[in-house]
Structure formats: structure tokens, C-alpha cells
């Protein structure tokens, strides 16, 4: 179907406008000429594939009339600057996946169902100098926005790698620290409070000696999973190192972290491991301290929650200390 506008055509320049018309009609890229009211006065062929709108259905009708769901206040705004200011705008995928809810071209290889989408518009000045239409010029860049969210997406899991404790699925020790850290300077700052819980499993040596490596390996994986299950989602659990591990609770007070190492305590308590045909468990042994403002580092809050974890093995384990000094 030819494309057509609003325009008349002068006999001089028929066979110009006629390569005009055709080379619009081949580009890959969707184009719609618009009034100052949005009325529709030229419509590609991209646009007709794509909407199913038919050209002498979109010639001369309002934009947002044959597309009601699309942005109507950021769209008009964006238009009419262009308008007033006869400089062009653009519109990113970033900013907006789509103007227009078109399917995907190549949903396979580009890995959407939608097309994703960059807009230019461009003031065309009339024969007095003034702006007197705006061309917005539709690209599809689905494999482009595709790919760069596979990248980020590979990115994200690479960083979660080099931070996540392999066997247990919890942070690993170097980026719990870091988060320590950061909890530590946040709390100095403003004063809020915040407990630190440094637990490991009692006898784990011995556990390792008699039942082998492997099943010692199935606890430290439960162990894991417990607590990704009961860590609230501003807590931050970690493995210290070898059978110790630490969670920071931010904005709890020492009391409340003793209820909720006790809840965690009884819980792996009763937790039977079922490994070579034999059922297992494990107790652990926690101490608890709260952020002091007089610590200088971070080091000391752990060390505060060691001395606590000591007590409370030298108290005959598989409990719960806090240290409140």
C-alpha cells in the first residue's frame, strides 16, 4: 500500500515525492508525522505491520485516539517542547521499554515478546520557518536491550559468586565483613541501634571425627538454609569461617536478638539431619552483643560477641549469652 499524506502534490514534484514515498516505505524504523493537535498526517508502513492500523485508518486521526494506553501527559510533553523549543527529544528503552506495545520481531533471538523501543522527535519547519509538524521516529532496539540485560543479569550472579559462601549459601567472610563494616559507620552515625550474633556448632570436630567430613558438610548446609529461612530481610547472615557464623540484626536491641538467637537455637536443635540412613543433630552455641558507642572499629563488636559465644560454651553449650557490657 503506498504511503500517503495530507499534502497536495504539485505536478513538478510528483516523481520526487514518488522516491521519497517509496524509500519511507522501506525503513526499518516506524515513522509518524504529526500536527501540533497530534493529528496523524503520515504513517509508514513499519507502523501499519506493527499496529495492524491500516494507513487511511491512521491518516488524519488523533494519536492517542488509536492508541489510548500510551503515556498521554509525559508524550504530550515531550511533543509539545519540541514544538516550542524546535529542537529535538529522545526517549530510551531506559527510560521507557516501549512507546508502543508492538510484539517482537525476533522474540527468539532477542529474547522478548515485546519489542523494545528508542524515539526520536524531530521539528520540521514549514515554508515560514516555524515548526509546523513533529516526526517521531520509532527504533526497534529489542536485541540491543536484550543483550545489555543478559550482561547485567550475568553480572548481578558473578557478583553474587564472589560473595556467597559455596557450601552453605550465605555470604562468604570477606563480603559479611564488608557488610559489618558498613552496619558499624551506619549506626555511629546515626545513633541507632543494632546486635551482632557470632554462633558456630558444638563439637563439630568430633561431630566431623565420627560421622565423616561429608555429613559434617549436610550440616553446615542446613544450617545455611535455617538461616536464610528465618533472617528477616534487613538482617545480613554470613560464614565466618569453618563452623562459625555471624548475623547482623540492624535496629535491634540486645534483648530482642536474644529472642530471636533462642528461636534459632531451638530450632536446629530439633532439627533432625537425615544422612546415610542415619538421623543427626547438631546444637549450637551463640554469643550477642550490642553495638557500644564506644567502639572504634567494627573488630571490637565482633570480639564483644566472641566473648559472649565463649561464656556460653564454657557454660556447657547448646545456649545463649549476651554481653552487656
Not at 527504533?139 to 553474587?160: C, F, G, P, Q, S
Not at 533462642?262 to 539431619?273: A, F, Y
Not at 557500644?292 to 570480639?303: H, R
Request: aromatic letters at 8%; charged letters at 25%; glycine letters at 4%.
Amino acid at each position: 500500500m503506498p504511503l500517503q499524506t495530507l499534502s497536495s502534490e504539485s505536478p513538478d514534484s510528483t516523481q520526487r515525492l514518488h522516491l521519497l514515498m517509496q524509500l519511507l516505505q522501506t525503513l526499518d524504523n516506524g515513522l509518524i508525522l504529526l500536527d501540533e493537535n497530534y493529528n496523524v498526517q503520515l504513517w509508514n508502513s513499519f507502523m501499519e505491520n506493527h499496529s495492524g492500523i491500516p494507513i487511511s485508518d491512521a491518516r488524519d486521526r488523533n494519536l492517542f485516539e488509536l492508541f489510548p494506553d500510551l503515556p498521554r501527559s509525559w508524550l504530550t510533553r515531550k511533543i509539545d517542547s519540541v514544538f516550542k523549543l524546535q529542537s529535538r527529544a529522545f526517549c530510551t528503552w531506559e527510560e521507557h521499554p516501549r512507546l508502543f506495545d508492538f510484539k517482537s520481531t525476533r522474540p527468539l533471538t532477542g529474547h522478548s515478546d515485546k519489542m523494545y523501543q528508542n524515539v526520536t522527535l524531530i521539528p520540521l519547519h514549514g515554508l515560514n520557518n516555524t515548526v509546523s509538524q513533529v516526526c517521531l521516529l520509532i527504533y526497534d532496539v529489542t536485541e540491543i536491550a536484550t543483550r545489555k540485560k543478559e550482561l547485567e543479569a550475568a553480572n548481578d550472579t558473578l557478583k553474587l559468586v564472589s560473595r556467597t559462601d559455596k557450601l552453605t549459601d550465605v555470604f562468604n567472610r570477606g563480603f559479611w565483613e564488608e557488610c559489618l563494616e558498613q552496619e558499624f559507620l551506619r549506626c555511629k552515625r546515626s545513633q541507632r541501634p543494632a546486635s551482632l550474633i557470632m554462633f558456630d556448632i558444638d563439637h563439630f570436630k568430633t561431630f566431623n571425627d565420627t560421622h565423616g567430613h561429608q555429613a559434617g558438610d549436610e550440616v553446615l548446609r542446613v544450617v545455611g538454609r535455617l538461616l536464610k529461612r528465618f533472617r528477616r530481610s534487613t538482617d545480613t547472615a554470613g560464614r565466618y569461617g569453618g563452623e562459625e557464623f555471624g548475623i547482623i540484626l540492624p535496629e535491634t536491641h540486645i534483648d530482642q536478638a536474644l529472642v530471636y538467637a533462642e528461636r534459632l537455637r531451638k530450632k536446629l536443635s530439633d532439627t533432625v539431619i537425615e544422612w546415610e540412613e542415619k538421623s543427626l543433630r547438631v546444637t549450637i552455641s551463640l554469643g550477642i552483643s550490642t553495638l557500644n558507642p564506644d567502639m572504634n572499629a567494627y573488630q571490637e563488636w565482633i570480639e564483644k560477641s566472641d566473648q559472649a559465644l565463649y561464656l556460653a560454651k564454657k557454660a556447657g553449650r547448646n545456649q545463649s549469652h549476651a554481653n552487656r557490657s
